[in-house]
């Protein structure tokens, strides 16, 4: 599997929690025109090259790994282009473990300004939009499970991406 694309770790969610997710991502997107993808929270990467060990390592990191809650930060903005519009989470100690546990079976930079987030709008829009969209949301601030982690193949394209498999946390 060793290509010119890169690949992430994302943490993705019970149905449920991405049925709503989702919902608020559409109710966003309406607002702020954006590049359509699934709901995630990226936990690792990029990767340059994977192999068949590393596919069986997340498996198997997986099967021996609980799911998590995150905590709601509340919805946040920036003017950059993959952080446009997005649910802030912190960065708690079980959310740091896991990246570290991750980190463990195949070496990537756990960036120390790591800053999670749950995108809801790619692109470039205005400050006042987004401001205004805030007010406009549903209140979201109880806790979100990771209940599955995913492999992410993303082309040279960066709107193209593929869930290339998924593993359900124990």
Request: proline share 4%; aromatic share 14%; hydrophobic share 35%.
């Amino acid at each position: 599997m060793i290509n010119k694309n890169t690949y992430y770790i994302w943490g993705l969610f019970p149905p449920q929690e991405t049925e709503y997710l989702s919902f608020i991502k559409d109710k966003v997107q309406n607002k702020l025109i954006s590049p359509c993808f699934d709901v995630h929270i990226t936990l690792a990467g990029p990767y340059l090259n994977i192999d068949k060990t590393f596919v069986f390592k997340l498996k198997t990191f997986a099967q021996n790994n609980n799911s998590i809650k995150l905590h709601v930060d509340g919805y946040c903005f920036k003017q950059e282009m993959f952080k446009s519009f997005y649910i802030s989470i912190k960065n708690t100690q079980h959310l740091k473990e896991l990246r570290q546990n991750i980190c463990k079976f195949s070496e990537f930079h756990l960036d120390i300004n790591y800053s999670p987030h749950i995108s809801l709008s790619y692109g470039n829009h205005s400050k006042d939009e987004k401001k205004e969209l805030i007010s406009k949301l549903p209140k979201y601030n109880k806790p979100i499970r990771i209940s599955k982690i995913g492999l992410v193949e993303i082309g040279f394209d960066v709107n193209l991406w593929k869930i290339h498999e998924s593993f359900d946390l124990n």
